[in-house]
């Protein structure tokens, strides 16, 4: 054989061991590759298995139906007027104790919200001058300030006349008490008592000793305390009334204004309308007010001048004053009179002053009540007495002179947002039998206890079952 025989026989060797390697790579390569592809395979369904048992394990067991008989908390267990009446309870008395808390809150600052009030009663008076001084071209701040300096000058010289008559005619008045003082022992003694001079002794040392013994242990400088805080009082409250007055007048829209921007803004406009609607009732009552209170002060003075009566001047600023306080005030008031009648001038004059006081009043009742108040502020007398009773209550005096004209301003925005409300239904027995029919709707069915708690006809009825039911 030839050299190049041999050498292309080796050649053919060589090719088809290469092509034999290349096969066992290539058989490899399949292997591996189909090796691969059953493990991501098998680490799939690993992993889809494992999903299901989780959700298996998640889901909840069926829950145990307990059967049990109807409950006495079901609206339809109680009848409608108890229920309605205890819902009207439970309102009544969160009501009441909000109004409990607000009227302890108000009382735990008397001193402050006292004054403030007076102050609004007399911007009601005078705020048309300081609306007339604007007018005029005059800034709102000047005018208050001279309205209230004109109302200190006036306030300070009627106190000034009133301090100088009962200071002239206050020895006279005193000689007249010790007088009259001697006339009653005397009718005690020669009286139908017929009281002997140790009796009347005895009952003199009674007294005397009473008062010794309250101004012992202390009490003499309890009363100087209580009487210093008074004091104190008083002259804290006349500087919040002159101040609180005097931004009332200058700054009372602006004021107003952030008010009414506390409320939500769904309700401001009800609260504006509301608010102007009681301004324009307190208004209105104070201005007839100080018309009732002249006219009896007027009354009165003419009476007691015409009787001699000392202290004409003051006993009508005192009736003037106590005419603030409707139906009783101007009486009361009138009460100095007669007794100032009756240590002046004898119990004959007393009584032709108490019928002058009685005549006062009964015009005041039946003309300038019904014309005056009727027209501007429609108030019961009957409420009126109630508002009087709860702010003697409340606040003494001061909640006496306050309480009226408050009450009227309630009334006021009462009626207003009365009449901002729609009526309810035209028939109401109907509208509640169909409450409680939409109430009787709303309950669920009750399971019957006799019945199978697995069973699911009684848990899912079957409306289809239903309309075939005989």
């Known amino acids: 054989m030839s050299t190049e025989e041999r050498r292309s026989g080796e050649d053919a060797d060589d090719a088809a061991a290469a092509a034999a390697a290349e096969e066992r790579r290539g058989l490899a390569r399949l292997i591996a590759r189909v ?73 735990f600052f008397m001193v402050i919200v006292l004054p403030v009030a007076v102050a609004l009663l007399i911007t009601a008076l005078v705020s048309p001058v300081v609306r007339w001084m604007k007018r005029t ?54 009286g139908p008592l017929n009281a002997s001079d140790s009796q009347i002794n005895d009952y003199i040392e009674r007294a005397q000793t009473a008062i010794s013994e309250r101004t012992a242990d202390g009490g003499a400088l309890t009363q100087v305390t209580e009487v210093g805080t008074a004091v104190g009082h008083i002259v804290a409250g006349f500087f919040i009334v002159l101040f609180s007055t005097y931004f009332f007048l200058a700054d009372g829209a602006r004021i107003w204004a952030w008010c009414v921007r506390l409320a939500p803004r769904a309700a401001r406009e009800h609260v504006d309308t509301s608010g102007k609607v009681a301004w324009v009732s307190v208004t209105q009552f104070v201005r007839a007010t100080v018309l009732v209170a002249a006219t009896d002060a007027l009354g009165v003075m003419v009476v007691a001048a015409i009787l001699g009566v000392p202290f004409v001047f003051a006993i009508g600023v005192l009736v003037f004053l106590g005419a603030f306080v409707p139906m009783i005030g101007a009486t009361i008031a009138g009460t100095v009179a007669v007794l100032v009648a009756l240590v002046d001038q004898g119990p004959f004059v007393a009584l032709l002053m108490l019928g002058g006081v009685i005549l006062v009043q009964q015009i005041e009742g039946h003309v300038l009540q019904p014309f005056l ?60 039998e169909e409450d409680i029919e939409d109430e009787d709707a709303d309950v669920p069915p009750v399971p019957d206890p006799d019945s199978d708690p697995d069973d699911d006809r009684h848990r899912h009825p079957d409306p289809e079952a239903s309309k075939d039911a005989p």
């Not at 004209?405 to 009462?414: C, K, S």
Request: glycine share 10%; aromatic share 6%; proline share 5%.
């Open 35 to 107: 090796s691969a592809d059953d493990e991501r395979i098998t680490d799939r369904i690993a992993h889809q298995w494992a999903a299901i048992r989780a959700e298996r394990r998640a889901e909840p067991e069926p829950p145990v139906v307990v059967a049990a008989g109807p409950s006495n908390f079901r609206p339809a267990q109680v009848p409608h007027g108890v229920d309605l009446a205890a819902a009207w309870a439970w309102r009544f008395l969160v009501i009441c104790a909000a109004g409990y808390l607000i009227l302890r809150v108000l009382d």
């Open 137 to 190: 071209g005059l800034p709102a701040g000047i005018g208050a300030f001279l309205v209230v300096l004109a109302g200190l000058v006036l306030v300070g010289t009627l106190l000034s006349l009133a301090g100088q008559q009962v200071a002239a005619d206050a020895s006279n008045l005193g000689d007249q008490v010790v007088q009259g003082l001697g006339e009653i022992k005397d009718w005690l003694k020669t």
């Open 373 to 432: 108040m009727g027209r501007f502020v429609s108030v019961h007398p009957l409420g009126v007495i109630i508002a009087i009773g709860c702010g003697v209550l409340l606040a003494g005096i001061a909640g006496a002179l306050l309480a009226v004209p408050f009450a009227a301003a309630g009334n006021a925005v009462v009626q207003h947002l009365a009449s901002r409300t729609s009526v309810g239904e035209d028939d109401p027995d109907e509208a509640l």
